[in-house]
């Protein structure tokens, strides 16, 4: 299984809402990333956990809140996000040794309204 | 730091033509790693190609090879007999290595492609 899911697909939110994006591998991946990418821009980091502990947080405001609950999920909460928070967020995953590619999810597109 | 160029916006190519899209690259590292990926308008990256800095013969991955010069800093990518599903926009992306193992990538600003039948 070379997958990385994402849930949903699509989000429309409010901003007074609460939502969460969920990702989820099955290739033994002990690393884990979040990605932020705005429309006719490429991604950029936003958070890196390596065997289930946050190490990377990109001076990502505190409305967006990651959180890896075992090695094979990543969660990103959302919560008071703003309509410029709008974007397609992906999710990819890497073996921490022995190999190089970052395998990525098909993403979610969030709309904040 | 790490900075990846790419200074074709868009392209648009006959089908069954290759087609070159370049990426050049500025680092101080000496070990590093150059990916491609392939992004359709559904939104998912798909990995098409690696090169390692050490690596001495260019990658090749079925019709995607790599045009990797170290001195000139460029790692532009080839496509062969392009095809209408090669329409998509495409990243160059350089790997930053960070603790325990973990990576960064950078991307550049990509390059749309659209073949024309």
């Known amino acids: 299984d070379t997958e990385v899911t994402q849930t949903p697909k699509h989000l429309v939110m409010g901003m007074t809402n609460k939502k969460s994006l969920k990702c989820e591998q099955h290739?033994?991946?002990?690393?884990m990333y979040w990605y932020k990418q705005k429309a006719k821009k490429p991604p950029e980091l936003m958070f890196v956990y390596s065997y289930e502990k946050l190490s990377i947080n990109e001076s990502v405001p505190s409305r967006f809140s990651p959180e890896c609950p075992n090695s094979s999920l990543l969660n990103l909460h959302l919560h008071a996000l703003q309509p410029e928070d709008s974007a397609l967020y992906l999710c990819?995953?890497?073996?921490?040794?022995?190999?190089?590619?970052?395998?990525f999810g098909p993403g979610t597109r969030l709309t904040v309204l | 730091a790490q900075k990846i160029t790419q200074t074709q916006p868009g392209m648009f190519v006959q089908e069954k033509e290759a087609v070159t899209l370049d990426c050049t690259y500025d680092t101080s590292d000496q070990s590093y790693g150059l990916f491609w990926y392939k992004q359709p308008s559904s939104g998912e990256m798909i990995f098409l190609i690696y090169q390692g800095s050490y690596d001495e013969q260019n990658a090749t991955e079925g019709r995607y090879s790599l045009n990797f010069q170290k001195a000139r800093k460029s790692a532009n990518l080839v496509i062969s007999a392009s095809q209408l599903g090669d329409s998509a926009m495409y990243f160059c992306?350089?790997?930053?290595?960070?603790?325990?193992?973990?990576?960064?990538?950078?991307f550049g600003q990509g390059t749309r492609l659209t073949i024309n039948p």
């Open positions: 290739m033994g991946h002990r690393a």
């Open positions: 992306a350089m790997r930053e290595d960070l603790f325990q193992g973990a990576q960064k990538l950078v």
């Open positions: 990819a995953s890497s073996p921490l040794s022995g190999g190089n590619e970052q395998f």
